[in-house]
């Protein structure tokens, strides 16, 4: 059975994902009004399909490399948030709303996995 750290962890995650292809689709709205369209689309393909890679490795497989994957990219993405908030590259409308509400549900997601009823699930111990 699976703990309630991981249970929160596969909603909260699946509704970063979702805020996160919003931001993808309003990108890909505007880039369509200048001509750059094609690989907006391939962003957005991509980072949809790993995204639901990981959350599924995570949440239903346990995967301990894809956790460590999950909490590098995440790190790597806020010091990103952190560095445009810094210099003020940050969209301030709907857009740096949805990267703000995505990364901070994300960094609820690092936390969860590393909260004591989910250690258990990674050490496959819900198996036997």
Request: charged share 10%; hydrophobic share 65%; proline share 2%.
């Amino acid at each position: 059975m699976r703990p309630a750290s991981i249970i929160l962890f596969e909603r909260l995650y699946g509704v970063a994902i979702l805020a996160g292809l919003i931001a993808n689709c309003m990108a890909l709205y505007a880039a369509m009004r200048v001509g750059l369209a094609m690989g907006m689309i391939f962003r957005a393909i991509l980072f949809t399909v790993f995204n639901i890679g990981l959350w599924y490795f995570i949440s239903r497989r346990a995967s301990v490399v894809a956790k460590w994957i999950f909490v590098v990219l995440i790190a790597l993405a806020t010091a990103g948030v952190g560095v445009a908030i810094y210099y003020h590259l940050l969209d301030s409308g709907l857009a740096g709303m949805l990267a703000a509400i995505t990364i901070t549900l994300e960094l609820a997601c690092v936390i969860l996995l590393f909260r004591r009823d989910a250690q258990p699930w990674f050490r496959k111990e819900h198996v036997a």
